[in-house]
C-alpha cells in the first residue's frame, strides 16, 4: 500500500496567466499542497467561500475584476453572512512593484507583496513564513483590564460595553492584547498587522491606532499608548 500523502494546508493560486498558473501548481503540488487553480476573480471568491483555504497567492490583475477588490471583499467581511474568513492569509503575486501598488496593496490587507518574476523557492519561504506567523497567534479570548478581545468572534468589549472595530483596528487591537507587558515597535506592527516588509514612511498605522484609542475609550483615550519614538503599547487603563 502506498503511503497516504499529507498536505501542509490549501492554497488558492489565483492568476489568469495560464502558463504562470500551471507553474505555480505544480510546485506547491510537489511540495504537498493543495492546490485550488483560480484563473479568475470570480473563482478565487467562489473557493474562499466554499473551500474555507489556507492561504491565497492573489494576482492584481484579473480578467474579470480587479485583484485589490478580491482582497478587500475578503478583508471586509464578518466572517459569517458572506462566509468569508477575513483572517485569511493573502500573499499578492504581481508584475506591479512601483511603490505605490506596493503599499496600496499592503493598506488594503495583503500580509506580503511579491513582485514577477519571482523566484519559487524565495516564494515558498514566504509561504511557510506566512502561514508559520498565523498559526501562532493566539486564537483564545484574552483580557487586559476592562479590554476583551475575542478572536475566534472577532469581538471586543470594554466593561459591558461591545466595541465596533474595522478589520486592521481589532488587527492591531489583537496584537497589542497579545503580550500588553511590552511595547511593539513601529516596524514591528507594520509588519505584523500591514505585512510591510520595510521601514516605510506612513501615518497608517498612527492613524489606526488614533481610532482605536478613541474607540475603546471615547472620553479619556486611555488603553492605546504611544511610546514616542518606540511604538505602541496597550495599558489595562
Not at 496593496?105 to 514577477?116: I, N, P, Q, R, T
Not at 514566504?126 to 468572534?153: M, N, S, T, Y
Not at 489606526?208 to 499608548?225: F, I, N, Q, T, W
Request: charged letters at 30%; a neutral charge.
Amino acid at each position: 500500500m502506498l503511503p497516504q500523502k499529507r498536505e501542509i494546508a490549501s492554497v488558492v493560486v489565483c492568476e489568469d496567466d495560464a502558463v504562470t498558473l500551471e507553474l505555480l501548481c505544480d510546485h506547491l503540488v510537489a511540495d504537498q499542497y493543495n492546490v485550488l487553480p483560480a484563473p479568475s476573480a470570480s473563482d478565487a471568491l467562489r473557493f474562499c467561500r466554499y473551500k474555507q483555504p489556507d492561504l491565497m497567492l492573489l494576482d492584481l490583475t484579473l480578467p474579470d475584476a480587479p485583484g485589490l477588490d478580491v482582497l478587500r471583499e475578503v478583508r471586509e467581511a464578518d466572517g459569517v453572512a458572506s462566509r468569508f474568513d477575513p483572517r485569511l492569509p493573502v500573499i499578492v503575486l504581481t508584475g506591479r512593484g512601483a511603490e505605490a501598488d506596493r503599499v496600496r496593496g499592503l493598506e488594503s490587507g495583503a500580509d506580503d507583496y511579491v513582485v514577477k518574476p519571482f523566484h519559487y523557492p524565495e516564494l515558498r519561504a514566504r509561504i511557510r513564513a506566512v502561514l508559520r506567523r498565523r498559526g501562532e497567534k493566539r486564537e483564545g479570548p484574552c483580557r487586559v483590564g476592562e479590554v476583551v478581545v475575542d478572536p475566534a468572534r472577532r469581538k471586543v468589549w470594554v466593561g459591558e460595553r461591545e466595541v465596533q472595530l474595522s478589520n486592521k483596528e481589532f488587527s492591531l487591537l489583537r496584537a497589542l492584547a497579545s503580550d500588553p507587558n511590552r511595547v511593539f515597535s513601529k516596524q514591528e506592527l507594520l509588519a505584523d498587522v500591514w505585512g510591510f516588509q520595510t521601514s516605510a514612511r506612513t501615518r497608517t498605522l498612527d492613524s489606526h491606532a488614533s481610532r482605536l484609542r478613541r474607540k475603546l475609550d471615547p472620553e479619556h483615550g486611555r488603553y492605546v499608548v504611544n511610546c514616542w519614538g518606540v511604538g505602541y503599547r496597550l495599558v489595562d487603563g
